[in-house]
């Protein structure tokens, strides 16, 4: 623009003289008046004194100084301008007319009147959206996008917000809207409309999640930690990267060693081993693995003891059972469940019975009213509000004992009516809280929670201190004093020109009636919608529907004001809301819907309650099923689950959302959010797991990956899942009888060692050999000749004189056999001669000679051995018989054989080999005791542990300590006498039988229960 005698010209760009362009705007977008396009001044407020909320800038409510909203509603819902309960455009305070549909045609159920759906004509629903989710601006919600662009901004480059990509807004062509906020909705200080910066602190610093000065990470509003590290690791101490004492906040100094002395690669400096000089590594273990105390990272020391005395079997040293002297277990809790406080596991105290001790504190040492041996709660203040950290009425932070500022807000800003200091209610995110009332304590009528207005009347317009109709100075609800004079305009009329009997100086009350009833504009008794002075129209309906002689909302004949019936028909038999032959229930005029069925459910051509097909008016035959086959509870009937033969619930959506034609509905596109199609494979054709097609892995190029080492069927190299089952057995064991962690069921690993590293055979940590667990001797060399460093005594390298390290693998990383850690050699074929894709060599299939594949399956599913694994969905009988997967169902896991279709094969084994008595070919148990309870390898009725085929030691006690209740019978009872008798002269347990007339067996148990059970007299009493 030009400038003519120092003036600016705006008639050069559009603008006249004054500076307005032809619409009344300056180049601000402002009128004369200070008013932009859309009515709002530059603070934000309309012509009225209304914001965007429909707050007024007086009162600070939704109401102006005259009572009314920014729709011109009074609190009693009458409109300022038609004096009725509707407006101009006859709509009421909630938007709806007098048929009971808004400006949008929509009524309360989101029903539209033209269409009889939750769409109107242009496919929108009452929230202005359509199917798609996207509104009549073509913006999505959800997605957060345009439909025209496919991004936040639209065509114009603004986004829903009216901000464009350089943050202007199209308002205000300024950073910040008529509301003062930016496009992140900050203002020019910084601060939301919840009064908190970008990084959530308000203006006391205080976080509003974690509502200390401190946000989640754990830095305070100046970027700092409790340690005084920002997160550039500087110290805000030395404005260095070190702080006073040479130290990164990483814990290590200039030359890479921590506190202790230790670097990176947990090396210390004055040792140059693993090792300090105190024969201790970074975490506080020797060599041995125990801690300055003497103690492993289990919590034992050497003689396998814990530090309360306790061994792995939780027995105790000096007592030799569960319980230490003073009579508490392991756990802390005595023979009747008491801690050493007296509290029980139900927090009650074993003196008081109630959840407080003799002294009157809980189990966490706070007494009822909060209060803890100290005197202080847990928030740190005693009784008379004093805080220990400061010594004063606030804490740290500068809250009071009950947790307030000293301007009332809490921690999280929020005062003790849920309001911050915006005037935003907590909950209902509003300026209004559930209840309806303001931060200031009116409702949106202009009454209090008491139920009275500023001036103190109530909704009948009684005053609450006169109890009369007019407050003490002397005027009713309306402003009127007992002369009808009213207080603001000091005559007979209020300020809308109306008597105290609501009247006006040309007769007209405020619905536009003389005093006899003809109506202003019509000359009738009618006004211009139809209605009389009583608000009855000729027909004799009023504005609410109701009629004068029936008093109901039909008329004599039965129908409404609008012409429908009870049911919605019409005389013609078309429903007012569906426009159809059917109402919004589907039933026509003579009650039945499309399918043939009415009310009752029963059907018109089969006059009983299913159609000719045999399913109800719900769809449903006789067991519950409807035609896709699922029932009320979305259970498939021949798959018993959720989900049908296909994989598809009853709303035809996969388990992982997607629909049949492999459409996912929450993206709606063949790829889900993580971008997964419905066979669970994203564009490059990788699973979640990132295995293909194949089974092949991403990364490692093999069938297993390289975090778990699982396949895609989740199988570990030894055959393992995350649950533990063996994918050849369906058990905890593989089919040489260890578990996931290499144990067998007595214990030993497959090296013949137990869990405190003692070999089975030799009874000492060495076995036959004389190598420990870790495959060492005591010279330090493994069986191929490695030391713990991983260097062969003969080459002095990490490679032997054949070239493989002391795991077995050459430079390559192929073992002796020629195969890779991952089974695959040279070649790219495993042991049984699959490559990696699955193809076997010589077949050229997925199958082998055998008919198996990869992963030993045939093409029927059967294993090898015949079996084939199941899994079921039932209820456990206790917690150890099940596994828990994701779809928080118990799993049971069987094996189901081919040929015989039960659990065991022609020759009557399971798929671990052992028959239905729980014996294998040899006779054996899987504990290893045979039917006469002899143990295998021992060759005594005891295993190498000490324990006999009924989990008992020779004591009579089992793993947990638990003492064995020995049933004598009642000959033998009758005895005692007789058996000591026999004791003292050492009779033979054949003679014993023989005299008491019973079996070996049973005189074996009697000798056992007596001489060993001290607790238990011969009668199998407790002594």
Not at 976 to 1005: C, G, H, N, W, Y
Request: net charge negative.
């Amino acid at each position: 623009m030009a400038k003519r005698n120092g003036k600016i010209d705006f008639t050069s760009v559009g603008f006249d003289k004054e500076g307005f362009d032809p619409q009344g705007y300056d180049i601000q977008g402002y009128d004369k008046d200070g008013y932009d396009r859309n009515g709002y001044d530059k603070f934000g407020y309309d012509r009225e004194g209304f914001d965007e909320e429909g707050v007024h800038k007086e009162t600070g409510t939704p109401y102006s100084p005259d009572g009314y909203d920014v729709r011109g509603f009074s609190i009693y819902g009458r409109h300022k301008d038609t004096r009725t309960i509707y407006d101009k455009e006859g709509y009421d305070v909630k938007g709806y007319d007098r048929t009971g549909y808004n400006r949008d045609g929509f009524n309360s159920h989101g029903i539209h009147k033209d269409t009889g759906t939750e769409y109107d004509l242009e496919g929108y629903n009452r929230y202005g959206d359509d199917k798609s989710g996207y509104n009549r601006e073509g913006y999505n919600d959800i997605l957060k996008i345009y439909r025209d662009t496919g991004e936040k901004y639209n065509k114009e480059g603004y986004d829903i917000n009216g901000f464009d990509r350089y943050g202007i807004h199209k308002d205000t062509n300024d950073y910040y809207n008529r509301m003062g906020y930016d496009k992140d909705g900050y203002d020019e200080e910084g601060y939301n409309k919840n009064g908190y910066d970008r990084h959530g602190f308000n203006m006391r610093g205080i976080h509003r999640k974690t509502g200390t000065r401190f946000d989640e990470e754990g830095y305070d509003r100046s970027g700092y930690d409790k340690n005084g590290w920002n997160r550039r690791r500087i110290c805000r101490e030395t404005g260095t990267e070190f702080d006073s004492e040479s130290y990164k906040k990483n814990g290590y100094d200039k030359e890479g060693y921590d506190r202790q002395g230790f670097d990176w690669n947990r090396m210390h400096k004055e040792t140059g081993t693993q090792y300090d000089p105190e024969g201790y590594d970074i975490e506080g273990y020797n060599e041995e693995g125990y801690d300055r105390q003497g103690f492993n990272k289990s919590g034992f020391n050497k003689e396998g003891l814990n530090k309360q005395g306790f061994n792995i079997w939780a027995i105790h040293k000096d007592t030799g059972t569960k319980y230490d002297l003073e009579g508490y277990d392991v756990y802390g809790k005595d023979i009747q469940g008491y801690d050493r406080q007296g509290f029980k596991w139900s927090r009650k105290h074993k003196e008081t019975g109630t959840i407080f001790d003799l002294e009157g504190f809980n189990k966490d040492g706070y007494d009822e009213e909060g209060y803890d041996r100290q005197g202080f709660n847990k928030q740190g203040f005693n009784r008379e509000g004093i805080n220990k950290d400061t010594g004063t009425l606030i804490d740290l932070d500068g809250y009071n004992k009950d947790g307030y500022d000293e301007e009332g807000y809490g921690r999280f800003g929020y005062n003790k009516n849920g309001f911050n200091r915006s005037g935003m209610d907590k909950l209902t995110e509003r300026r209004y809280n559930i209840e309806g009332y303001y931060s200031n304590g009116y409702n949106n009528e202009g009454f209090n929670r008491e139920g009275y207005n500023r001036e103190g009347f109530n909704i009948e317009g009684i005053h609450k201190e006169t109890g009369t109709k007019f407050s003490p100075e002397g005027y009713d609800i309306m402003g009127f004093d007992v002369n009808g004079i009213h207080r603001k305009t000091g005559t007979k009329y209020d300020t809308a020109g109306y008597d105290v009997q609501g009247y006006d100086e040309e007769g007209y009350d405020r619905k536009g009636y003389d005093r006899v009833g003809i109506y202003k504009e019509t000359g009738t008794e009618y006004n211009l919608k139809g209605y009389n002075r009583d608000g009855f129209t000729e027909a004799g309906f009023d504005i609410y529907g109701i009629h004068k002689e029936t008093e109901t909302r039909f008329d004599l004949e039965g129908y409404d004001a609008r012409g429908y019936n009870s049911n919605g028909f019409n005389r013609q038999g078309i429903h007012e809301k569906t426009k159809t032959q059917y109402d919004t229930e589907g039933y026509d005029v003579q009650g039945y819907d499309k399918a043939g069925f009415n009310r009752k459910g029963m059907h018109k051509e089969t006059e009983t309650e299913f159609d000719l097909e045999g399913y109800d008016c719900y769809g449903e035959d006789k067991d519950g099923y409807n035609r896709a086959g699922f029932n009320r509870e979305g259970i498939h009937k021949e798959t018993g689950d959720y989900y049908d033969l296909n994989g598809y619930d009853m709303r035809n959506i996969s388990f992982r959302g997607f629909n049949r034609e492999g459409i996912c509905i929450r993206t709606g596109n063949q790829y889900d959010e993580a971008g997964y199609d419905a066979k669970g494979y994203n564009e490059e054709g990788y699973d979640r797991k990132l295995f293909n097609r194949n089974g092949i892995h991403k990364i490692t190029g093999a069938r297993y990956d390289n975090i778990d080492e699982m396949d895609r069927e989740g199988y570990n190299l030894r055959g393992f899942d995350k649950y533990g089952i063996h994918r050849e057995t369906g058990t905890g064991f593989d089919l040489e009888g260890y578990d996931s962690i290499g144990e067998d069921r007595q214990g030993y690993d497959r090296k013949g060692f137990d869990r405190m590293r003692i070999h089975k055979e030799t009874g000492t940590e060495f076995d036959p050999e004389g190598y420990d667990w870790y495959g060492v001797n005591k010279e330090g060399y493994d069986r191929t000749g490695f030391d713990i460093y991983g260097e062969h005594k003969e080459t002095g390298t990490g490679y032997d004189l054949e070239g493989y390290d002391r795991d077995g693998y050459d430079k390559d990383g192929y073992n002796r056999q020629g195969y890779n850690k991952y089974g695959v050699n040279r070649e790219g074929y495993d042991e049984r001669g699959f490559d990696k894709e699955g193809i076997h060599r010589e077949t050229k299939t997925i199958y082998d000679l055998d008919g198996y594949n990869v992963h030993g399956y045939d093409a029927e599913g059967y294993l090898r051995s015949g079996f084939k694994i199941k899994h079921e969905y039932k209820e456990p009988a206790c917690r150890y018989e099940a596994i828990y997967d994701y779809y928080d169902k118990v799993t049971y896991i069987i094996s189901i054989h081919k040929e015989t279709g039960t659990n065991f094969n022609p020759e009557g084994y399971d798929i671990e080999g052992y028959n239905e008595e729980g014996y294998n070919v040899e006779g054996y148990d899987r504990k290893g005791f045979n039917r006469a309870g002899i143990h295998k390898e021992t060759g005594t009725v005891y295993d190498r542990k000490g324990y006999d085929k009924d989990g008992y030691n020779k004591e009579g006690y089992n793993r947990w300590g638990e003492r064995k209740k020995v049933e004598i019978s009642e000959t033998v009872k009758l005895k005692p006498t007789l058996l000591e008798t026999l004791r003292e002269k050492k009779a033979s347990l054949q003679q014993i039988a023989d005299e008491l007339k019973i079996s070996l067996q049973e005189a074996q148990k009697l000798l056992e229960a007596y001489t060993s059970l001290d607790g238990q007299n011969i009668n199998g009493e407790e002594k």
